[in-house]
């Protein structure tokens, strides 16, 4: 397959990944293009900053449309708990109706730090775990002693208002002082 080239290549991509309804891994756009996992990273940079909905998850890139942006609701829900509950703390959120989207934690020394999770089922949660593993990877909230936030969407407040329930029952979330 012949290489290609810079702004046909980014528009080939963003075709593939408006098409598709999961996300996909940088290396299978990668084998797609012809060309490195390093340059699907600084497409998906320069697509990003055209304000195309491209988000990174640990499943891949996801292209979220209009639709998926406008029926959901947000809230921002602090947690606590070790490193050996994250597995059971993403399939409640799951298991209730949610998706958890990020994890946030605050750095003492870099700030705010983000990183996307985008995990919404249970077959999510176990691939997330399963590479967290198979990498030796760290999680966010370790370097917070387990203090950390998520961003969960779900399709009411309802459910939001469930989850939140759910975690408190279980002790994970953060207890007003």
Do not use: W
């Not at 320069?46 to 639709?67: C, D, F, H, V």
């Not at 387990?146 to 029952?169: C, N």
Request: charged share 20%.
């Amino acid at each position: 397959m012949k290489k290609m080239l810079g702004e046909e290549r980014r528009l080939q991509l963003l075709a593939q990944l408006k098409n598709s309804s999961a996300p996909i891994t940088g290396t299978d756009l990668a084998k797609f293009a012809n060309v490195s996992r390093q340059v699907i990273v600084n497409d998906m940079t320069l697509l990003k900053a055209r304000n195309e909905p491209i988000i990174a998850t640990s499943q891949g890139y996801l292209y979220m449309n209009q639709e998926q942006l406008h029926h959901t609701v947000e809230r921002t829900i602090p947690c606590f708990h070790t490193s050996k509950d994250t597995e059971d703390e993403l399939m409640t959120i799951v298991d209730c109706g949610g998706t958890v989207k990020n994890v946030i934690v605050e750095h003492s020394i870099y700030g705010e730090i983000i990183a996307s999770i985008m995990v919404s089922n249970r077959h999510e949660v176990k691939k997330f775990i399963q590479r967290v593993t198979e990498t030796q990877a760290s999680y966010l909230s370790e370097l917070t002693g387990g203090t950390h936030l998520h961003v969960i969407s779900a399709p009411s407040v309802e459910i939001l208002d469930l989850i939140e329930q759910t975690l408190y029952k279980k002790g994970y979330l953060v207890a007003d002082q």
